[in-house]
Structure formats: structure tokens, C-alpha cells
């Protein structure tokens, strides 16, 4: 029979094993290896991998929106400057013809006040052509338009001044050609001309802006909606991975509760088995026991030594099964007995062990080595039961010894815990063996050398192990054994 | 101590009765034993009726009542006994195969005077009834018949 307490690494532990995509032997359908990979992946990285996605068409988006939205921006400006330009050329133009007729006259009458419009036009033709030029920063073309235009208006303004002073000199007569026909003819032909070429390519700029504009307008609204559905669709996809790693962790959960239900269900039928162990199966062994012992109180006179030995013989398998019954009673107590955690003084708990032993040391000759043991965190009635066990193991196996040693100590290797030791100078045992000292049932002597039911150590193993500790030992044939645990220190001693 | 006052042994095995009975025949005191065989016998005892309406009146010296038993358990006796002002001072001892501390302390919890573990070996059965036998039954000095402190 298998010890209960040892694990079993044939059986599979994992029911919930995922299969390996490297040992399936069929590959994976072409359509969902994305998908595979996808659900391979944990739900972190899943959402992570999603918003990210989502980030980058947010952040790829927003760049092209914003640099349509700059050359909209630009565009508009532009579309105040043309339009600005294109009613200062009408201004300027107003202004030159104004000047012109208002020249005209003044050849005509010679009366001065016909000469405010030119002058005017002469005083602010600067300033007009500085803003124009300021204007036409767009396009070399434009700029030589104006460089042109500024020179005619020079030379127009020039001819208007030569003719008033020719006609300041020479009276009407002097300047008569000059007024029917307009003292800068030419020039002013040029200027019109360059204006509604200047005019005229503004107005194919503006078209053309708008004609940009509204492309680039169409393709953010375009660009919007599509980032807008992508988001929606990855969104969605997101909230169906986390949905369904939801459902599928409710699903657990459930069945980790229907199983903890389940277990706790067994635990009250082991409860209620040994229950009726303790109480039915002890009671037919007393029967036995007690009519053998009945039968040979009144008959024993008369019956012959082999009879009597058959009678003693029933008598102590009863009473060595009573003890199996009992050890494996405590062995299940302490598997389901809930445990305290209080500090235990191990120099106490060992005097009272020795003083509950004290008939098992009755006419034996045993030198003790006690040194000095720690406080330790642990169930006192779990801990007395663990220095029961190996102390009675160590009179057990040295009772063949004319002096039976006994040394018990703890070894501090960290500030976390503490590893205590029963040393004896008995029989010992083979090392090869050491696996089988602690499970149930197991025995490495004969019940005709050394009584005893197998269930000791398995017992000190399965306390030990429920304080979070580890038991071992060391030992050889004849040369007796070292049986250690370790256990969590007491807080204070940390 | 010339009392004729019972001992009431309640076990439903009548084998363990047996034993318990040879146990006690050691000591001369087993001819002072009345044995029931379930809760409910116990409980007719204690109340003088059915089989037991015409036996001498009083309370036994001591009650060894066994857990398990058919009908009335060894708990349900012992909670009638403990709060019946009449049979209150009858001291009771559980006498039983179970060491399970819930039964210890749900015993001791209904006001059990005393709770033994019947030993698996004979000799030590024995000596467990003859020492309680004589203890109850001759060594402790039982309550005065149908004293009540309250009254």
C-alpha cells in the first residue's frame, strides 16, 4: 500500500492540461491560426495588444486630421490675403483712373484743385504697392507682375508730372495732344493689362485652394468615420476577449466551488467513517480480548499450555489491532483537526512528553543530551504528539542496546525557522530505505523484532507538513538514527 | 455502606454488558447492576414506567451510559437526565468507545460527570469498571433522595 502523504508523480495532476500546439500532430486550420495564437496569448497582453491597436489608428488619425486641418487653416489665410490683394488692385486702380480724368482736367482748365486725386494717389502709391507687394508672397509670378506694375505706375506718374509742369510752362496749348489723349496712355494700357492678369491669377489660386480644401476636408470627414468604425471594431473585439475570459473564469470559479463543495462533503463522510470506526470497529476487539480472557480465567486450569498460548495469541492480535485503530484514528485526526498557531516553548513541551513516557522508561538505562530547543509557532497537541512519536521510536529501537542514548536539539540555520533532531545510538536503518520511513504502513522491521503499527512517522510527517515544515533523517544499520524536522520560529525569535 | 441503591448500566451490546457485569462480579457488586438496553429502557427506568412502573422507587447511585444506542442516544438521555430537577444529582458517567473530542465535549457540555474511553484490552476493561463500580457505587457518597437546593 502507497503512503497517503506521498505524492504520486505517475497520476496526471493538471485536468485542465491546455494541448500543446507543438504536439498536435494535425496542424491547425489555416482560418483560425490567428486566432490561436490570439487565445495562446494571456488576457493582459490581449487588452494591452487591443488598446494598443486602438492607440495607433487614434494617434494615425489625429496626424492626418491635423495637417488637413493645417493646410485648411493655411488655405483660409491665403483666401483673406487674395482677397485683400484682389481689392486693393480694384483700389489702386480706382485710385490711378481717378487720377488720370482729375490729370486730364487739369490740362484742360489749368484750375489746380482737379490735382488732389493725383497727388493723393502720388503721396500713397508707396505705402499701396508695399502692401501690395507684402501681399503677393505667394508665387514668384505674381511678385513679377507687381515688380512690373510698380515700374509702369513710376513711369505713368512721371509722364503725369512731366505734362503739369509742361503745362505750368507752356499753358494749354503746350500740353493739348497730351490731354485728349491722356499724358501716360501706354502706361496705363500696361497697368490695366497687368491688373487683370494679376487679378486674374489670384482668382485661379483661390479656385484652386478651394478645389484643395475641399478635398482634403472630404478626406478627413473619411478618415474620421473609418477610425471611428475601426475603434468600434476593435473595441468590440476587446470587450468580447474580456467578456469571454470572464465567462470562462466564472466557469472555474464555479467548479472550483462545486468541487470544494464535493471535498467538503467527502471530509464529512471521512469525518462520519472514522467516526464509526472509533465507536463499531473497537467494539468487537474488546469482545475478543475480553471472552479470551474470560475463557482462560475459567478454564484455564484445565486447558494445556498450547491452548493457552492459541488464547494469548487471539488476545494480542486484538489488542495489537486496537492500537492500529487508534494510531490511524490520531493519523486522520491530525490530517482534519483544525490547527492552532500559537508560540510553543519546545523545551517545556518535551519535559511533559518525558513525564507522559515516564512507564516506557521504567528500568531502562538512558543517557539524555538535551540541549537547549527554540519557541516555535504551532499546535501544542499536534507538536506533543510529533516528540511522542519519535521519542517512543527512539526507546523502541534501543531497547537491544545495553545504554540507550537519547539526544535531542535544533539547529538555527536562517531566522525563519528552526530544524530539531531526535538522535538515538539503536538500530538504525539502511539508508536505502529512507523514502519508506515516513509513509503510512510502512515498517523496516519485522513486528516480531519491534512491535508497531507503521503509522508513527507518517503521522510526524503529515503535522510537520501542515506547519509548513520538512521532515528527513539519517541514519545506518546498527549505528543508530537521526530523525530531524523543521518548523516556522516562534514571531518574537525572528 | 449497606445502601441497596442500583447502578444503572445503559449499553445496547450485551456482550460489552457481559464483560461489564464480569468486570464488576470481581468486586461483589455486580448483583447492584441493572442493565437497559437502549435509551429509552434507561429513560423508563428513571421514570418508573413501562417494564420498570413497579420497581422501588428512587434514583440509582450512578448512570454508565453508553453513546450509540438504538432509540434514545446516549446525549438525548443525558440532556433529559440533566434537566429533570429530580434526576440532575444522579451522577452519570459516559462510558464508550469513542474518543472523538466532539463527543467529549458535547458530554461534558450537557453536564456529564465523568466521560471513559472503553479500553480495546480485556484486563484494562476490567480494572476501568471495577474502579468506577466501586467509585460510584461504594467509595462516593450519592446525593441525599430528592433533595433539591432550590426548594
Same mark, same amino acid.
Given at each position: ?33 490567428? !486566432? ?8 493582459? *497582453? ?46 489702386? &486702380? ?53 515688380? #512690373? ?32 489723349? &491722356? ?12 491688373? #487683370?492678369?494679376?487679378? @486674374? ?58 468541487? $470544494? ?105 538512558? @543517557? ?9 509557532? &504551532?499546535?501544542?497537541? !499536534? ?21 540507550? =542514548? ?6 538555527? *540555520? ?16 539502511? !539508508? ?41 533523517? =539519517? $541514519?545506518?544499520?546498527?549505528? &543508530? ?14 | ?151
Amino acid at each position: 500500500m502507497e503512503s497517503v502523504t506521498q505524492e504520486h508523480p505517475s497520476t496526471p495532476v493538471s485536468i485542465h492540461s491546455e494541448p500543446v500546439p507543438d504536439s498536435s500532430p494535425a496542424p491547425p486550420p489555416k482560418t483560425g491560426w490567428l !486566432m490561436e495564437w490570439f487565445t495562446h496569448w494571456s488576457i493582459e *497582453r490581449r487588452v494591452l495588444a487591443g488598446f494598443g491597436l486602438v492607440f495607433a489608428c487614434i494617434v494615425v488619425i489625429s496626424v492626418i486630421s491635423y495637417r488637413n486641418t493645417a493646410v485648411l487653416i493655411e488655405n483660409s489665410l491665403l483666401d483673406t490675403k487674395s482677397h485683400e490683394l484682389l481689392q486693393l488692385l480694384d483700389s489702386i &486702380g480706382e485710385a490711378l483712373g481717378a487720377a488720370e480724368s482729375g490729370h486730364r482736367r487739369y490740362l484742360v482748365t489749368g484750375d489746380e484743385s482737379y490735382l488732389t486725386s493725383y497727388r493723393t494717389v502720388v503721396e500713397r502709391m508707396p505705402e499701396y504697392l508695399r502692401y501690395l507687394r507684402g501681399l503677393t508672397n505667394e508665387g514668384v509670378e505674381q511678385r513679377d507682375r507687381v515688380e #512690373t506694375l510698380e515700374r509702369l505706375i513710376a513711369r505713368q506718374l512721371g509722364a503725369e508730372a512731366d505734362a503739369i509742369t509742361q503745362r505750368e510752362k507752356l499753358g494749354y496749348e503746350g500740353v493739348r495732344h497730351l490731354a485728349l489723349s &491722356g499724358a501716360a496712355k501706354n502706361e496705363l494700357e500696361g497697368i490695366h493689362g497687368l491688373m #487683370t492678369e494679376l487679378d @486674374s491669377a489670384e482668382q485661379r489660386a483661390i479656385h484652386a485652394r478651394v478645389t484643395q480644401s475641399a478635398g482634403s476636408t472630404n478626406n478627413t470627414v473619411a478618415l474620421l468615420g473609418l477610425g471611428a468604425l475601426l475603434q468600434l471594431v476593435l473595441l468590440g473585439s476587446v470587450y468580447f476577449l474580456i467578456h469571454h475570459d470572464v465567462t470562462e473564469r466564472r466557469r472555474v470559479a464555479a467548479e472550483l466551488q462545486s468541487r $470544494g463543495e464535493l471535498l467538503e462533503a467527502s471530509n464529512k463522510e471521512l469525518e462520519a467513517f472514522s467516526y464509526s470506526v472509533s465507536h463499531d470497529l473497537r467494539a468487537p476487539l474488546r469482545h475478543i480480548d475480553g471472552y479470551a480472557a474470560l475463557l482462560s480465567k475459567v478454564a484455564g486450569e484445565t486447558l494445556n499450555d498450547k491452548a493457552r498460548r492459541y488464547l494469548q495469541t487471539i488476545s494480542d492480535s486484538a489488542k495489537q489491532m486496537g492500537q492500529l485503530i487508534d494510531d490511524l484514528l490520531v493519523f486522520s485526526r491530525m490530517g482534519r483537526q483544525d490547527m492552532l498557531r500559537t508560540t510553543v516553548n519546545l523545551d517545556q513541551l518535551v519535559k511533559t512528553v518525558l513525564h507522559d513516557l515516564r512507564l516506557d522508561l521504567q528500568g531502562r538505562t538512558i @543517557s539524555w543530551t538535551m540541549h537547549p530547543l527554540p519557541n516555535v509557532s &504551532g499546535d501544542p497537541a !499536534m507538536l506533543r504528539q510529533v516528540f511522542i512519536n519519535l521519542i517512543s521510536n527512539a526507546l523502541k529501537f534501543t531497547a537491544t542496546r545495553p545504554e540507550t =542514548k537519547i539526544e535531542i536539539g535544533a539547529v538555527m *540555520r536562517n531566522s525563519v525557522e528552526a530544524e530539531v533532531f531526535v538522535r538515538d545510538n539503536g538500530v538504525g536503518f539502511d !539508508m536505502q530505505y529512507v523514502d519508506k520511513l515516513f509513509g503510512v504502513f510502512q515498517r523496516l522491521h519485522r513486528n516480531d523484532e519491534f512491535e508497531g503499527t507503521g503509522i508513527g512517522l507518517a503521522n510526524v510527517r503529515r503535522i510537520i507538513h501542515r506547519h509548513g515544515g520538512r521532515t528527513w533523517a =539519517k $541514519g545506518a544499520l546498527d549505528q &543508530g538514527a537521526t530523525f530531524y524536522f523543521s518548523l516556522p520560529l516562534a514571531r518574537s525569535l525572528r | 455502606m449497606t445502601t441497596v441503591k442500583p447502578i444503572l448500566l445503559a449499553e445496547d451490546n450485551p456482550r460489552d454488558a457481559e464483560l461489564a457485569l464480569a468486570a464488576m462480579e470481581e468486586h461483589h457488586i455486580a448483583d447492584k447492576v441493572v442493565v437497559c438496553h437502549d435509551g429509552a429502557e434507561v429513560l423508563d427506568y428513571l421514570y418508573c414506567r413501562g417494564v420498570f412502573a413497579s420497581r422501588q422507587q428512587g434514583n440509582p447511585v450512578v448512570v454508565f451510559l453508553d453513546l450509540k444506542m438504538p432509540k434514545v442516544d446516549g446525549l438525548e438521555v443525558l440532556k433529559t437526565i440533566k434537566n429533570d430537577v429530580n434526576l440532575k444529582p444522579i451522577p452519570v458517567v459516559m462510558l464508550t468507545s469513542s474518543r472523538e473530542e466532539r463527543d467529549l465535549a458535547q458530554s461534558y457540555a450537557l453536564g456529564a460527570n465523568a466521560y471513559v474511553v472503553k479500553p480495546v484490552e480485556f484486563h484494562q476493561f476490567i480494572t476501568a469498571v471495577k474502579e468506577l463500580g466501586v467509585f460510584w457505587g461504594v467509595i462516593n457518597e450519592p446525593p441525599p433522595e430528592g433533595s433539591d437546593p432550590n426548594e
